[in-house]
């Protein structure tokens, strides 16, 4: 049996001595016996067993061959490059980089993530991470609260689970949420600038939104700003290598789901949320930041700074609790976009684009099988089929296919990436075919 | 500087100037100040309450107005220099206001300097 | 060390991937972005390269002993990487039907059950993503109870002077106002102080048991009954588990709600800060409005459960930090109901053992049995010779060890709190202690050289001044 802990009998028999007890259990002098209990758990077990169990349970799972659901969480192919430095104990042991002299390389790493993010955002500062793409969007909102109004639209083409995370962190503050409608697919301009305000303060909306359209996000924050209220964007990465910039459609705040860039599916965690801001938010702006200074010597050096804004100093006037975040999906990010750099980037944008082009058109071919919206889609798409979505999920599982998510009886969102190749769409539509309603 | 007048929560006032800032004392204990956040010009301050910080790196304290009254101007120099109040804080003066009414918990500077001996 | 920016090169890349095999689609030119992002182009072997050297200038628990009081920094078994690595748990996507998901359900509903036998809880939801974000979550767990109940009027948050920041932070995002009390002179709760400060607006209290100064609150039975009986609930800050778990149950102290930290408690490796995980567990009462889905077992098998009406929402995405939790559980597996108990003996031991070596030359904040961690003044030497807890750290770098935490908690002035964990050994703790005990003599030898440490990193001490007052937070923004 293994405990991890390295002390021998004869050992923590002279500590005891030192420490002048007579025993382990007598460090909880006067404690035991008002709560002492004997718990129910289960005997301890080798590092053998333990791993044969979580085979096991591994084995249990099914991964599926081919993958064309996305939906929040999207499949890339990850460069052998990323496991390799991401298995480096230095990063993985270390704790947050608070004593900045043994701690250079993390604060390096996190000032190159900053940097990158805020490049593909157009942004021009950025954070140290935070907890996943929907607190991102709720820390960005609150961002841009200010007192007296109390209301921010949000376009129903956000992934309602990032609604419903938002929802969670406005309720308690008195902060008011209204929806923008879409139209074909798309945030509706007519119906934001009806709900335009004097009591709101933000606007935002998903690019592309969960239905994989991309919106006319440049448009929208005209309208923001001819309002006067603050814009924030929820981005996909790839999408960001291509698109107009969160920046140049006017956005404040730009945040995002870094998890395509690096990590794996992993049943949903650990993801990584990031944020991009216009300069003058800085000092709203939730969680770590890394900064570049110098020694005594003149030498380039990396800090976490304005710490003044954050928990530990300014308590309950913090704008935020964070303080452990998403450091090493951050480094992961990191390292994939250094290794991805420009043009990789814009390839497995390109890739994903064309490749949910290519199976839209083929499943759009098959009788049946119609696109819900024609509005412009980068890699996910809504198609409505006069075959139920759950006769469609069970013929895909059979085949080792795991197929778009369910939006209703008969709606499915579908995704492709630069790793589904011909022949696996292919696959797929050969399968759809069989499907008879 | 014996003319300005003190709170307790060593913040000064010039009535001959209309400007409020914190004291000697203050910038001190604090150290180098990193970053002050300022109200808007039009903006009301009430005597004893809040109406901005100032942040060194690893502490930031509140500041209290002398007075009440409204805002009409801002030091906007301290944004770009906050280490204008660590080399002269009674030079550094923060806001400038138009006073409807004084605090009465101020001091002279004789009381202050006494309150502030080590 | 010059930044990967800088180490780039035009047509360089490292990323290897199929050729398009489908017809190339374009999309019209006014929705692109207008310059390309100027990510780097290296190649493979400047990313290695890169990312080898920046990771020698840091240090994790593998590299040596990291004292870091109130964050657990015990050794991260590999074992539990090595199971968070199969494909079978990386390879699944989370909207996956349950059925096809059942390893994975097992390890969250097999989780939630042991964390709940643990702390004494009925209900346990992994969603957190960290320590901070499961006080924020129990925060609103507590609102929701309140409000359900009609009982409108409670919006304060009852913190004492000791806690961790984070504290009153959470509590200010979920929308309560502070009421911070004093600590007795011991550190520990000053009773009549708590009840002064509570009241029909008394919506709970968050208090973490060791406290921050790792005492025992002996008092927490009355504390309990004082804030229950003003109508309040007692939230648990999980941080300080590790001195207790397998032996006392915050449910049985009168804890109505508790975080944990997985990433302190059990085992999980902090990642340079993150992803951790702060599972949040709570009583009966309070477990309609948890975050869903919640993994249940049925006859035909593990299912996620829909979230009550009552429900305070999701707090994340998806499930929260599933690889972290696996790593949770492997830990717990091994150590089992012995090796937890023993774990947490063993943690509180080295503590002692530490304090007991240095005690009589740093002024310990107590003289009684700490818990997992204690700590120390430097407020004498600092008045005496001018050398401060930041010296010290600094100094301690210089002999390859991580520095406990300083300035905190804020009660004690010039603080150093260590916490060994129970993964070092007693040779590990003598070193540590002969080396601090060196330490106070060569600052008495010479405080002004003592100032000048650490001489042996990439960097000497850092402008933070400068650093603070005129941001560089992005790579080519500034003007040098």
Redesign the interface.
């Known amino acids: 049996m293994s405990t991890y802990t390295p002390h021998t009998a004869s050992e923590i028999r002279e500590m005891l001595d030192v420490v002048g007890v007579k025993n382990l259990e007598s460090l909880y002098q006067g404690l035991e016996g008002i709560f002492a209990r004997d718990m129910n758990l289960p005997a301890g077990k080798s590092q053998q067993e333990v791993a044969r169990y979580f085979e096991k349970l591994a084995a249990a799972n099914n991964v599926f061959g081919s993958i064309f659901l996305g939906a929040g969480a999207y499949q890339h192919y990850i460069p052998p490059v990323v496991k390799s430095i991401l298995s480096r104990s230095e990063f993985i042991t270390a704790y947050t980089p608070y004593q900045a002299e043994m701690s250079q390389g993390i604060l390096q790493a996190i000032f190159e993530f900053q940097s990158m993010i805020a490049e593909l955002t157009g942004m021009q500062v950025s954070n140290a991470s935070l907890y996943d793409g929907s607190t991102a969007l709720a820390d960005g909102i609150l961002m841009l609260s200010e007192k007296k109004k109390n209301k921010v639209l949000l376009s129903e083409g956000i992934n309602p689970r990032s609604l419903e995370v938002v929802r969670t962190y406005l309720a308690p503050l008195g902060f008011e949420i209204e929806l923008i409608a879409l139209e074909n697919g798309k945030t509706s301009l007519a119906d934001l600038e009806k709900k335009l305000s004097d009591d709101v303060f933000a606007v935002g909306l998903a690019q592309p939104n969960f239905y994989g359209v991309i919106e006319d996000a440049a448009t929208i924050g005209e309208a923001a700003k001819a309002a006067g209220v603050g814009y924030i964007m929820q981005v996909e990465p790839f999408a960001c290598a291509l698109l107009k910039t969160p920046f140049e459609c006017g956005a404040d705040v730009a945040v995002g789901e870094g998890q395509p860039l690096g990590m794996p599916l992993s049943f949903g965690g650990p993801y990584l949320g990031f944020i991009g801001a216009r300069e003058k938010l800085t000092r709203r702006m939730q969680g770590r930041i890394v900064g570049k200074t110098h020694d005594s010597e003149g030498r380039d050096a990396y800090v976490l700074t304005l710490q003044a804004r954050e928990q530990h100093i300014r308590r309950e006037k913090a704008g935020s609790s964070i303080c452990s975040n998403q450091a090493l999906c951050a480094l992961t990010a990191t390292v994939y976009m250094a290794s991805a750099g420009k043009e990789g980037m814009k390839e497995v944008a390109r890739q994903s684009l064309s490749k949910a082009h290519y199976l839209a058109a083929q499943m759009t071919a098959i009788d049946g099988f119609e696109l819900k919206y024609s509005s412009e889609f980068f890699n996910e798409f809504v198609v409505v089929s006069s075959a139920p979505a759950d006769l469609i999920r069970n013929k895909c599982t059979e085949k080792n296919i795991l197929p778009g998510l369910k939006l209703s009886d008969h709606e499915m969102l579908w995704c492709a990436t630069e790793v589904n190749s011909k022949e696996d769409i292919d696959q797929l539509i050969s399968v759809l075919k069989e499907v008879r309603p | 500087m014996s003319k300005l007048k003190f709170l307790k929560s060593h913040e000064w006032y010039s009535a001959e100037n209309n400007t409020v800032g914190i004291s000697d004392f203050a910038q001190h204990e604090l150290g180098d100040i990193v970053f002050v956040e300022l109200p808007e010009v039009g903006e009301n301050v009430e005597a004893g309450v809040a109406f901005g910080n100032v942040e060194s790196v690893k502490a930031v304290s509140e500041i209290y107005s002398p007075v009440s009254g409204v805002v009409t101007e801002v030091n906007e120099d301290l944004q770009s220099a906050p280490e204008l109040i660590n080399q002269d804080a009674y030079a550094a003066w923060m806001i400038k206001v138009k006073v409807s009414s004084v605090s009465e918990e101020l001091i002279s500077s004789a009381d202050y300097d006494e309150l502030t001996k080590r | 060390?010059k930044?990967?920016?800088e180490k780039?090169q035009t047509?360089?890349?490292?990323?290897?991937?199929?050729a398009?095999?489908?017809?190339?689609?374009r999309?019209?030119e006014g929705?692109?972005?207008?310059e390309?992002?100027?990510?780097?182009?290296?190649s493979?072997i400047d990313?290695?390269r890169?990312?080898?050297?920046?990771?020698?200038?840091?240090?994790?628990?593998?590299?040596g002993f990291?004292p870091?009081g109130s964050?657990t920094?015990?050794?991260?078994?590999k074992?539990n990487?090595?199971?968070a690595a199969?494909?079978?748990?990386?390879?699944?996507?989370?909207?996956?039907?349950p059925r096809?998901?059942?390893?994975?359900l097992?390890?969250m509903y097999r989780l939630s059950e042991?964390l709940a036998?643990?702390t004494g809880m009925d209900q346990v939801t992994l969603q957190p993503?960290?320590?901070?974000?499961g006080?924020?979550t129990s925060l609103?767990l507590i609102?929701a109870y309140h409000l359900d109940r009609g009982d409108t009027q409670r919006n304060k948050i009852i913190?004492p002077d000791s806690a961790?920041?984070?504290n009153?932070?959470?509590?200010?995002?979920?929308?309560?106002?502070?009421i911070n009390i004093p600590s007795g002179p011991d550190g520990c709760v000053d009773l009549e102080a708590l009840k002064a400060a509570v009241g029909k607006d008394t919506a709970a209290l968050m208090l973490t048991n060791p406290n921050t100064v790792g005492i025992?609150e002996?008092g927490i039975?009355q504390i309990a009954k004082i804030v229950h009986e003003a109508g309040g609930l007692l939230y648990y800050d999980g941080a300080n588990l590790n001195a207790?778990m397998?032996?006392?149950?915050p449910g049985?102290?009168g804890y109505d709600v508790v975080h944990l930290?997985l990433?302190k408690t059990f085992?999980t490796?902090?990642?340079?800060?993150?992803?951790?995980s702060g599972p949040v567990g709570c009583k009966k009462a309070l477990a309609k409005y948890l975050?869903g889905p919640i993994v249940v077992k049925t006859q035909e098998g593990y299912a996620l459960s829909e979230s009550s009406e009552k429900s305070?929402?999701?707090?994340?995405?998806?499930?929260?930090?599933?690889?972290?939790a696996?790593r949770a559980l492997?830990y717990?597996?091994?150590?089992?109901?012995?090796?937890?108990?023993?774990?947490a003996?063993?943690a509180?031991?080295?503590a002692?053992?530490m304090m007991?070596?240095l005690k009589g030359k740093f002024p310990t904040h107590s003289s009684k049995?700490c818990m997992h961690e204690f700590v120390v003044s430097c407020e004498e030497i600092k008045k005496e010779i001018g050398v401060s807890a930041l010296d010290f750290?600094?100094t301690m770098?210089d002999r390859n060890m991580?520095?406990p935490t300083i300035?905190?908690p804020l009660i004690v002035h010039e603080a150093l709190m260590f916490e060994p964990t129970?993964?070092?050994?007693?040779a590990t703790l003598d070193w540590a202690c002969d080396t601090v005990l060196e330490l106070l003599e060569e600052a008495y030898r010479d405080p002004e050289a003592f100032k000048k440490h650490?001489c042996s990193?990439?960097?000497?001490?850092?402008?933070?001044?400068?650093?603070?007052?005129k941001?560089?937070?992005?790579?080519?923004?500034?003007s040098d």
Request: proline share 7%.
């Open positions: 060390m930044t990967i920016f780039s047509g360089k890349c490292a990323l290897s991937i199929a398009c095999d489908v017809p190339e689609y999309l019209e929705i692109l972005r207008q390309d992002a100027r990510l780097p182009e290296v493979e990313v290695v890169h990312y080898t050297a920046l990771s020698k200038r840091a240090y994790g628990v593998d590299d990291y870091l964050c920094m015990k050794y991260n078994p074992l990487e090595e199971v199969l494909p079978g748990f990386t390879g699944i996507h989370p909207l996956q039907c096809t998901v059942q390893g994975a097992e390890v042991k036998e643990i993503a960290a320590g901070a974000h006080e924020y609103q609102r913190v961790h920041g984070t009153p932070a959470s509590a200010s995002m979920a929308g309560y106002s502070i025992f002996k039975t207790i397998g032996t006392i149950r049985d102290m930290n990433h085992s490796p902090h990642g340079g800060g993150g992803p951790g975050p305070i929402g999701r707090v994340k995405t998806f499930y929260g930090n599933f690889l972290v696996l492997a717990i597996e091994v150590l089992g109901k012995e090796g937890i108990k023993q774990a003996q063993l509180v031991l080295n002692n053992y007991a070596r049995i750290a600094k770098i991580h520095p300035y905190f129970e993964t070092e050994s007693k650490p990193m990439p960097i000497g001490r850092p402008d933070e001044v400068t650093a603070a007052r941001p560089v937070i992005i790579f080519g923004r500034d």
